[in-house]
């Protein structure tokens, strides 16, 4: 028997069909614009999960070479992926958001990584003042106040039990950051916001000295400018609008595209898909994309009498899905291109500078972060940029 022959890179691109680009220079001005606009607070970028499905490493390099010195993870995991892309020893500073397991390795895992937790409780508090007095260094260390979110952090008034100990010159630890998250910081005018600001300002003054930190991409664009001495974007510096009804300031970050498979010209009363849910009104041209629900185009990307469905850019037209998204294919009504060009092999645009991120989340019921997220893993990914 013949060997089979190896998966060349060449080969593994032709399989992928899809094309998932990413533009680092974008991701860069994004976060340059997020800085100017917050001076003088310092910008960080947050990069949890895969930096919102991009790719943590060549995010946080890009990043990292536009000035950025302070990154936001979840998991101790994406921590360690962070600091070896910025490189052992690198003089970034790398926050853990989920807060600690009470562990041996894990414990071993902010030190050898260098990185912070993020406390979110009087127990983790202990057990990192325990840590931190057995390992004899300074271990540097945040913790959260929970303002409303009722998600993590020690509420005001357990907090303000502390305070007094943490700040101490004899402390076990340095309290390096002291921060909230908002509830509805993409609602301009939302009461709740003024809550947790005057929340979180009582709750700082106890803690006079210590660095502050409440914003994340849509509280930077908050009118009360709850700033403070960090800002915490993530989906911003992705090119995710900040905003829920003004224009969106950010560049698209991330470009989608996908060849034709095939085409189809089909009657009027023809359905088209899964369960026949599209029927084609007049005689209509289709075409078959190799991208679905398992790469992250969400399944609901389909019109119904409360939402319009998915679109795709066909030789510069936009297009309508036609039925339910497939796990690895989309059926794309094409009628109205009327180019030549048209045919199987097209390149067919499914995000981009037309349909952005946050389009297509409309169209699918869902929000961009889900979009980014769930970007899949089997494109092929190219990266331009952020040198
Ligand atoms: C995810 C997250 C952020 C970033 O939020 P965006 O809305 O993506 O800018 C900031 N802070 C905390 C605590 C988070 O969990």
Redesign the pocket.
């Known amino acids: 028997m013949t060997p089979l022959p190896p998966l060349t890179s060449s080969m593994a691109r032709e399989h992928a069909q899809a094309t998932l680009s990413v533009d680092l220079d974008a991701l860069a001005a994004n976060w340059r614009l997020l800085a100017e606009m917050s001076a003088p607070a310092e910008c960080a970028a ?1 990069v ?1 999960a895969d930096a ?1 499905g991009i790719g943590i490493e060549p995010a946080v390099r890009a990043l990292a070479r536009a000035g950025c010195r302070t990154f ?1 993870v ?1 998991h101790v995991s994406e921590g360690a992926r962070a600091r070896l892309a910025l490189g052992v020893g690198s003089p970034h500073t790398i926050y853990v ?1 989920n807060g600690i397991l009470e562990d041996a390795a894990t414990f071993a895992a902010y030190v050898e990584y260098g990185l912070r937790p993020i406390l979110v409780s009087a127990e983790q508090i202990h057990a990192w003042e325990a840590h931190a007095r057995t390992s004899g260094r300074p271990l540097p260390a945040a913790v ?1 106040i929970d303002t409303g979110m009722r998600r993590l952090g020690l509420d005001p008034a357990a907090f303000a039990e502390f305070a007094g100990a943490l700040v101490r010159a004899d402390a076990a630890f340095p309290l390096a950051l002291v ?1 909230t ?1 908002f509830v509805s ?2 609602v301009r005018d939302d009461p709740i916001n003024d809550h947790q600001i005057a929340r979180f300002k009582k709750t700082i003054a106890l803690v006079p000295g210590v660095a502050a930190s409440m914003a ?4 930077i664009f908050l009118p009360q400018k709850p700033l403070f001495d960090l800002v ?6 992705y090119g ?1 609008n ?1 905003h829920q009804d003004l224009a969106n300031p950010m560049q698209p970050v991330v470009r989608l595209e996908a060849p034709i498979i095939q085409l189809h010209h089909i009657e009027a009363g023809e359905t088209v898909g899964y369960n026949a849910q599209w029927t084609a009104k007049r005689p209509s041209r289709l075409a078959t994309i190799g991208v679905g629900y398992a790469d992250g185009i969400p399944r609901n990307a389909m019109a119904t009498d409360d939402h319009d469905g998915g679109e795709a850019i066909v030789l510069g037209k936009r297009c309508p899905f036609a039925g339910r998204v497939s796990m690895d294919l989309i059926i794309i009504d094409v009628t109205d291109v009327d180019d030549p060009a048209l045919k199987a092999g097209t390149p067919v645009e499914l995000l981009g500078r037309d349909i952005t991120v946050d389009d297509l989340a409309a169209r699918s019921k869902t929000i961009g ?1 889900e979009i980014l997220t769930g970007l899949g893993r089997r494109y092929h990914r190219v990266y331009r940029g952020g040198t």
């Open positions: 947050v949890k919102y936001f979840a958001l959260q921060m998250h910081s993409e994340n991409s849509s509280g915490r974007p993530g989906y911003a510096l995710g900040p972060y």
